[in-house]
């Protein structure tokens, strides 16, 4: 027996939200219950990691593995894979804007330098640590402390119109902090509630306008299932 599939995919391309994963994590959850004996939750998960290598160019499970966990995922190993969930604070939503334009992955890794000074590789390595450590005492004060990439940001930002605006207009409304999804252009804030959340996208999307650039605006729960079967009516 043969099967035919046809995705349909609400996802820009060259957008920075993990396009190519989500249509290798798709194809294997859709697998998985196709084929006898039914795949097992790491054989999909090692088959989705070797699509995304073939979309991307590179075996990473930055976005592979939380998409089939659902929300906060530390991926500390693939070569043997080593996932680590991480506690979600209770309300905290996520907003992501996508302005209407593309980055290629190409693209954003050019502008990367070959080597990071010390003194950057130490601070970002405790900002992750105080994030992790604030998602699971609930301090949304830290959260917002801890959301400072001074790794990649500040190269990549430049490639994105509005950019600093954009974060300033977010805080401004009550996000907790942000920073670029993926290799951009898109943009993501964390906000403690829902409806800070629809406050922090009104801000985030007027000012790409102020760049003559219209955005498309999701919030979402960062505590959210991850792939799934859904019966269809």
Request: proline share 6%; hydrophobic share 45%; charged share 20%.
């Given at each position: 027996?043969?099967?035919?599939?046809?995705?349909?995919?609400?996802i820009?391309?060259?957008?920075?939200?993990?396009g190519?994963?989500?249509?290798?994590?798709?194809?294997?959850?859709?697998?998985?219950?196709?084929?006898?004996?039914?795949?097992?939750?790491?054989e999909?998960?090692?088959?989705?990691?070797?699509?995304?290598a073939?979309?991307?160019?590179?075996?990473?499970?930055d976005?592979?593995?939380?998409?089939?966990?659902?929300?906060?995922?530390?991926?500390?190993?693939?070569?043997?894979l080593?996932?680590?969930?991480?506690?979600?604070?209770?309300?905290?939503?996520?907003?992501?804007?996508?302005?209407?334009?593309?980055?290629?992955?190409?693209?954003?890794r050019?502008?990367?330098?070959?080597?990071?000074?010390?003194?950057?590789?130490?601070?970002?390595?405790?900002?992750?640590?105080?994030?992790?450590?604030?998602?699971?005492?609930?301090?949304?004060?830290?959260?917002?402390?801890?959301?400072?990439?001074?790794?990649?940001?500040?190269?990549?930002?430049?490639?994105?119109?509005?950019?600093?605006?954009?974060?300033?207009?977010?805080?401004e409304?009550?996000?907790?902090?942000?920073?670029?999804?993926?290799?951009?252009?898109?943009?993501?804030?964390?906000?403690?509630?829902?409806?800070?959340?629809?406050?922090?996208?009104?801000?985030?999307?007027?000012?790409?306008?102020?760049?003559?650039?219209?955005?498309?605006?999701?919030?979402?729960?960062?505590?959210?299932?991850?792939?799934?079967?859904?019966?269809?009516?």
């Amino acid at each position: 027996m043969s099967w035919r599939a046809t995705p349909e995919k609400g996802i820009p391309l060259s957008s920075g939200v993990g396009g190519s994963a989500a249509s290798a994590v798709a194809a294997m959850k859709a697998a998985q219950v196709l084929v006898d004996p039914p795949l097992s939750d790491d054989e999909v998960l090692h088959y989705a990691l070797q699509g995304e290598a073939v979309a991307s160019g590179a075996l990473h499970g930055d976005n592979v593995v939380p998409m089939l966990h659902g929300g906060l995922v530390l991926t500390r190993s693939l070569d043997p894979l080593d996932v680590v969930p991480i506690a979600v604070p209770e309300g905290l939503f996520t907003v992501l804007a996508h302005p209407n334009m593309q980055i290629s992955t190409r693209s954003a890794r050019a502008v990367l330098p070959q080597a990071f000074p010390v003194e950057a590789i130490v601070q970002q390595t405790g900002n992750l640590a105080a994030l992790i450590a604030a998602c699971y005492e609930g301090d949304y004060a830290l959260i917002g402390r801890s959301l400072d990439d001074v790794l990649i940001e500040p190269y990549r930002a430049r490639l994105i119109p509005g950019f600093d605006e954009v974060m300033a207009g977010a805080r401004e409304a009550g996000a907790l902090g942000g920073s670029i999804s993926g290799a951009g252009p898109s943009v993501f804030a964390w906000c403690e509630t829902e409806a800070i959340a629809t406050r922090v996208g009104e801000a985030m999307s007027e000012a790409f306008a102020t760049v003559e650039l219209d955005a498309d605006i999701w919030t979402a729960p960062v505590d959210s299932a991850g792939a799934r079967r859904i019966e269809a009516n």
